[in-house]
């Protein structure tokens, strides 16, 4: 099936549709895989997080009930898969996060392959649920050799909730991208990783993926919607004119490689609810004695605040 974009021609192929994930709770986490979505409007429930852990989440949250949620941190990050020195990254990765102490962490290329993965690594040292969706399967080189692996997305938390993943539209020269989203109290918190093809074509290809995103993820109004992810674009890119009225200040380039530009990494408060955006900054952009990143993006963090 092909499709066609206003603007450079660009063939298309349609994303597998709507997986919802379907989880269990226990100790070790749960995941969810990407599959091929059926004709009609089958939908399975995703279970709720570890029930060991709502307490915890109560405390950070100002011990109010769900429906009174006080105080909320996210961050994002792309986790530049295997890349670089890998078990060095993600140890400084782990420590990173541990020190912001987040409510949730949405990932963008999750490694997984030859008995690393990136994901399982981080929910553990954090001691957080791990929602993952495995994508863009392929062989990588891993410790000199060639492993099959994913490089797909991930959502840890210790708030109780659901995910669900839809694939999206995609490009045979860019693979496969998806969307995650995670529900909890009146909050929809969305994780995405939008195409990185350069040009009229990739900013098109990005607009529709955005689009198609954003209104699965608001088929439900249940609550506040965050974004989150590596948008792939700055907030002044036409491709994100969606989330631009509610992108905040610019925080700077969050590519390490480049030094300088616009941030791509975004946690946009889209729909606010009752919900308001305290603080917004940049982490993990701090090089190590040898000039060597946590990854070659940096994390945004996003403090969110409510009053009810």
């Given amino acids: 099936m092909r499709h066609k974009a206003h603007g ?44 060991r852990r709502p307490a915890h989440a109560a405390r950070r949250l100002g011990g109010r009930s769900p429906g009174g949620l006080r105080r909320l941190r996210v961050v994002t990050l792309n986790t530049w898969k295997n890349d670089g020195d890998y078990p060095a990254r993600l140890t400084r990765i782990a420590d ?36 993952a969706a495995p994508a863009r399967a392929k062989v990588r080189e891993l410790k000199g050799a060639a492993v099959d692996s994913t490089s797909g997305l991930a959502i840890l938390t210790r708030l109780p909730g659901r995910a669900e993943t839809l694939g999206l539209i995609s490009h045979p020269t860019d693979g496969e991208r998806i969307a995650q989203r995670f529900t909890t109290f009146r909050l929809r918190i969305l994780n995405l990783h939008l195409s990185h093809l350069r040009g009229g074509a990739g900013a098109v290809l990005r607009r529709r993926q955005l689009d198609e995103a954003l209104d699965w993820a608001r088929r439900d109004r249940s609550g506040s919607l965050l974004v989150c992810g590596d948008l792939n674009a700055g907030r002044g890119d036409p491709e994100l004119a969606p989330l631009r009225a509610a992108a905040g200040d610019e925080l700077g380039s969050t590519l390490h490689a480049a030094g300088e530009g616009c941030a ?45």
Avoid: K, M
């Fill in 264 to 308: 791509i990494d975004h946690a946009i408060l889209l729909d606010p609810g009752d919900l308001d955006v305290s603080r917004r900054v940049r982490a993990l952009a701090t090089p190590d004695g040898d000039g060597r990143y946590p990854s070659d993006h940096a994390a945004v963090v996003v403090d969110l605040n409510s009053g009810s």
């Fill in 96 to 131: 990173g996060l541990a020190a912001l102490d987040p409510d949730v962490v949405c990932l963008q290329e999750c490694f997984a392959g030859g008995g690393h993965d990136t994901a399982r690594v981080l929910s553990d040292a954090l001691n957080l649920q791990l929602y």
């Fill in 8 to 51: 450079p021609d660009v063939r298309l192929e349609p994303g597998p549709g709507r997986v919802d994930g379907h989880f269990r709770a226990g100790p070790r986490g749960a995941t969810a895989r990407p599959g091929r979505h059926r004709a009609g409007p089958s939908r399975r429930s995703a279970a709720c997080a570890d029930p």
